[in-house]
């Protein structure tokens, strides 16, 4: 089969079309000619060799997909030839085909298009995972998403707001995503580059106000971070995008506000662990999509042949929402 | 009624015995003549004005009590006048008699003393929400236990290896506290004075080895507590004795080993909280404290005349285990 494969120069890598052994599906598996696929900010460390691909893993990227199921594995119950799929892969999803479990493989509904599909998975697991599994939001608490207009960012937003009635507070970089926050159901909007965003949850929610904290930054706005929390308070880490130092930290108000801060990432979990994932969102979720008050957010499709420029874009922070890879 | 008082000098507090107003039991309180109180750290802490007391409480220190019913409030309906209870107190303990909501009252088994009950309340509730609500022990894992000669120490040793057959490493200052933990049902024992805990958890249960740390001593142990911790570790803190401020801190492993870190206190939970545990721990262990497997460990019987000798006792940590005011 096609795939896309990275060289072997991690300083400069490139991505090439070439040939791959097309994977034979396990027992439980199905073979899924894929339609469209996602980027990740993983890719671009995983293609530098600065992320360790888990253990069993194809080395070819893409964590997510949608497709059409081309064949079976031997056990395999739900699902049969000509289906719709689409679902979380722990890697190949940049190839002509691809191998997925049945039970984190799901159907493609009308409402939704193979794009679309392809856009839900990792950003809308990661944001269910956070915020209902790691984060334990509640209906109505107040909840705080860094980078509010990234997938996750996008994903959180909707989540929080339809599946919790959350106040949610977003930073982002520019107006514009911003806005695309604010259209998504956010309440308070901070400009991370021109205002302190603890200052701005104080004069919106008072002190001590937030509920949940959904971080991708690290340690730039630990201190912010600690002082925005109420009592009870949580934060889950995603990702340390700004750095991991912190100079001085004082555990006090983890003590004394009885906080929980925790870290997680979706991709190492156990396959049990992402079957249950998906089956417990899809089952929260499914009529809100189908209602569109949820809607993956699409920053971009790009043809194949583009993958580069699509990593670039990335890269560069230049989207708002998931870049889609299509027409393999 | 009688109570010890604390007078007005918060740097050279003394307590003295005073008349106070008899508490009257609200409708599902019981109105308890006391037999035994026990102390508690927060009493050194409280009695220099230095922890808040939280609103509505009295100003009475005791945290925790035993003693019998004189009278009951009309919608109470578990108890009657006679019966011999013990169970925690938001204050009070320190006096001839103290209120209790019915529902965090316990009544006295045959097997166990007033002595006894007194000494259960504090130290088991907290060990148990740490361990098991916060700290979400599972079956056979490893966990260590800061300070394990301590109360809560004590307790937590009992409640992880009885209910979760977990293995146990405990840190302590001396042989002796040592030898108590090993009784108790420790299986690795660190004199944190002469050895580097990080280092005999590693030799004896290899690295990245420990799924939930219980801590009370804060920075100082910060950087070994997570550099022992295995994938998806916890740790509890609840109480920060040795400081709180850490000097660079890396985020890195909470996210790559997906930590769990909390703070907690259960002496500002709200009354439901409080009932939920009583009831849920008091279900949990009553057969175990009946068999003697589990163990209320009393290190001091004093007389409350000596209520001054018993505060040096905890302040100079000359207690293993707790410390029981008897005879107002």
Redesign the interface.
């Known amino acids: 089969m096609k795939a896309l494969l990275v060289n072997n120069q991690p300083d400069e890598p490139v991505m090439e079309f070439g040939d791959y052994p097309t994977p034979e599906p396990e027992e439980n598996e199905l073979l899924v000619k894929v339609k469209s696929t996602a980027l990740n900010r993983v890719d671009l460390l995983q293609k530098r060799g600065k992320y360790p691909v888990p253990e069993g893993e194809t080395l070819i990227l893409g964590l997510e997909m949608s497709g059409v199921v081309e064949s079976v594995g031997k056990d395999v119950k739900k699902f049969r030839k000509g289906d719709r799929v689409f679902g979380l892969l722990g890697g190949g999803g940049y190839a002509e085909y691809t191998t997925i479990h049945e039970d984190l493989a799901l159907s493609i509904h009308d409402f939704i298009s193979f794009e679309e599909a392809a856009a839900i998975p990792e950003v809308f697991l990661t944001a269910y995972q956070a915020l209902i599994w790691l984060g334990e939001l509640k209906e109505g608490e107040t909840v705080l998403i860094h980078a509010g207009a990234s997938g996750v960012g996008t994903a959180a937003i909707q989540l929080a707001k339809h599946l919790k009635n959350a106040q949610i507070a977003v930073t982002a970089g520019s107006k514009e995503k911003l806005d695309l926050c604010r259209s998504l159901g956010s309440t308070l909007h901070i400009n991370y580059k021109e205002q302190d965003f603890a200052e701005k949850i104080k004069e919106r929610f008072g002190e001590n106000s937030i509920d949940l904290i959904i971080d991708f930054v690290?340690?730039p706005y630990?201190k912010n971070n600690i002082s925005s929390l109420g009592m009870d308070g949580r934060i889950v880490?995603?990702?340390?995008l700004g750095g991991?130092?912190?100079?001085?930290?004082?555990?006090?108000p983890?003590?004394?506000?009885?906080?929980?801060?925790?870290?997680?990432?979706l991709r190492n979990r156990s396959l049990e662990y992402k079957k249950q994932l998906t089956e417990e969102f899809w089952n929260s979720t499914k009529d809100l999509f189908e209602k569109e008050k949820l809607t993956p957010v699409i920053s971009a499709i790009v043809d194949w042949a583009n993958v580069e420029k699509a990593h670039k874009m990335m890269s560069e922070n230049k989207n708002a929402g998931k870049i889609i890879l299509n027409g393999m």
């Open positions: 690290g340690s630990w880490y995603l990702s340390m991991a130092e912190v100079k001085e930290m004082d555990l006090v983890i003590l004394r506000k009885r906080l929980t801060i925790r870290g997680s990432t």
